[in-house]
């Protein structure tokens, strides 16, 4: 090779070695979620963008899940249960990946590139969770309505119970809704769960009875086997005793899924009132 083809052979390997450093220090970005193939000069993709999903168990990341469905919103569009083989450059969206026994979750893409844009999720494995409520004396109540050997005692004061939720392992409890009705409003001020955040009833709940009153609370996730303590405090009506009331304690958990409008809602019920909680568990007794 001559000397020109030498010199113009070493400015393109600094040309090349300095585009790449520009990539490494960011002050080039490709779009999220890009393949990193632009269009030609006419606007047209020589290989049209499609959207490749990969998708991992939450905790045990080096297990793949494969969603029974994966419902698409495209530029604001819902597109339904599954993502779109047609898509277009620069197109950007969101997907719920759903799976049975997984709590459903949201991811967005692009803007899309022309080719293959793929597109990495978790999911996180979930069943029911455990409930232990404690009395007042720290003994485990019986899980009964109805009641047993072991119950919470008559008060006419204030009566502090303890109630557990525990995750199962290698599972998520879920961002929980948990509902706690007593079957005597007669008896049966109000119930505070301290720590937790007050909410209103779901619509789709149906108390017991007519005599009964309910309260609302959510409670942040709880990740492979961990736990947490909250106290119940319930109060009686003025000059009452509360004796020979139920408590029922039921949790439902959050998920993400497609509203009657077709757009994404997280929680546990759709605007008509209809469930779309993944999980449902509970625990009750008597104060008696």
């Not at 019986?142 to 005692?153: F, K, L, P, V």
């Not at 005599?211 to 106290?231: C, H, M, Q, R, W």
């Amino acid at each position: 090779m001559n000397k020109n083809g030498k010199s113009n052979m070493s400015w393109l390997w600094i040309v090349i070695i300095g585009v790449v450093a520009l990539f490494a220090l960011g002050y080039i970005k490709l779009p999220a979620g890009s393949s990193g193939i632009t269009p030609s000069a006419d606007g047209s993709c020589q290989l049209a963008p499609t959207v490749s999903s990969v998708v991992v168990d939450g905790i045990n990341t080096g297990t793949s899940v494969s969603p029974s469905s994966t419902y698409t919103r495209v530029n604001g569009i819902y597109r339904g249960s599954s993502m779109p083989s047609t898509l277009a450059y620069g197109d950007e969206g969101e997907a719920i990946f759903s799976a049975p026994n997984y709590i459903d979750q949201k991811y967005s893409f692009g803007p899309l590139g022309c080719g293959v844009n793929v597109l990495n999720g978790k999911l996180y494995a979930t069943d029911a969770s455990t409930i232990k409520v404690f009395n007042d004396i720290g003994d485990v109540v019986i899980d009964n309505i109805a009641g047993g050997a072991t119950n919470q005692s008559a008060s006419s004061t204030v009566i502090d119970q303890e109630v557990k939720i525990i995750a199962n392992a290698d599972q998520t409890s879920g961002d929980l809704v948990c509902v706690i009705e007593a079957t005597n409003t007669s008896q049966v001020d109000r119930m505070i769960l301290s720590g937790a955040t007050k909410v209103s009833v779901p619509e789709f709940y149906s108390v017991a009875g007519a005599g009964s009153v309910a309260e609302a609370y959510e409670i942040p996730a709880l990740v492979d086997g961990a736990s947490k303590t909250y106290n119940l405090k319930i109060s009686p009506e003025s000059g009452q005793t509360i004796d020979g009331t139920g408590i029922y304690f039921t949790c439902y958990s959050k998920q993400w899924f497609v509203d009657t409008d077709g757009t994404f809602v997280y929680g546990i019920e759709n605007n008509d009132g209809a469930t779309e909680y993944e999980d449902t568990f509970d625990y009750d007794w008597m104060i008696a």
